[in-house]
C-alpha cells in the first residue's frame, strides 16, 4: 500500500519562503516519478513540478520557474518542495502524487499520477 503525507505548510507572507516534504511509503517509491500539485478554491488542480526517480530531471510549470525548486532524498523516501517569493496567488493546498513506472518522460497532467496525498494548506498573506 502506497501511502504519501504532505508536511510543511503554513501561513506565510508574501516574500517568505516554505519548504514542504512529502513522505512516501514503500520500498519501491524511489523507482517512480514524483509530483508537486496544488488546488486553490475553485480552481482546478494545478501542476507545479515533477521529479524523476534518481533526481537528476525536473520539470516545472513555466509561471513558477525560478521560485520553486522540487527535490528528492530517495534514502529518506522523502520529496520535497522549496517555494521562495511567495505570493498570494501560492495559496492553495498543495498536493504530492506518484506517477507511474518511469519511462523517461515526466508529466503535467493529474490523471497521470496514481497515488495522492491528502494536502498541506499553504496560505500566502498580503
Known amino acids: 500500500q502506497v501511502q504519501l503525507v504532505e508536511s510543511g505548510g503554513g501561513l506565510v507572507q508574501a516574500g517568505g519562503s516554505l519548504r514542504l516534504s512529502c513522505a512516501a511509503s514503500g520500498r519501491t517509491s524511489s523507482q517512480y516519478a514524483m509530483g508537486w500539485f496544488r488546488q486553490a478554491p475553485e480552481n482546478e488542480r494545478e501542476f507545479v513540478a515533477a521529479?524523476?526517480?534518481?533526481?537528476?530531471?525536473?520539470y516545472y510549470a513555466d509561471s513558477l520557474k525560478g521560485r520553486f525548486t522540487i527535490s528528492r532524498d530517495n534514502a529518506k523516501n522523502t520529496i520535497y518542495l522549496q517555494m521562495n517569493s511567495l505570493k498570494p496567488e501560492d495559496t492553495a493546498v498543495y498536493y504530492c502524487?506518484?506517477?507511474?513506472?518511469?519511462?523517461?518522460?515526466?508529466?503535467?497532467?493529474?490523471?497521470?499520477?496514481?497515488?495522492w496525498g491528502q494536502g498541506t494548506q499553504v496560505t500566502v498573506s498580503s
Open positions: 521529479i524523476s526517480p534518481s533526481g537528476a530531471t525536473t
Open positions: 502524487a506518484r506517477g507511474p513506472s518511469y519511462l523517461g518522460t515526466l508529466f503535467s497532467a493529474p490523471a497521470s499520477y496514481v497515488y
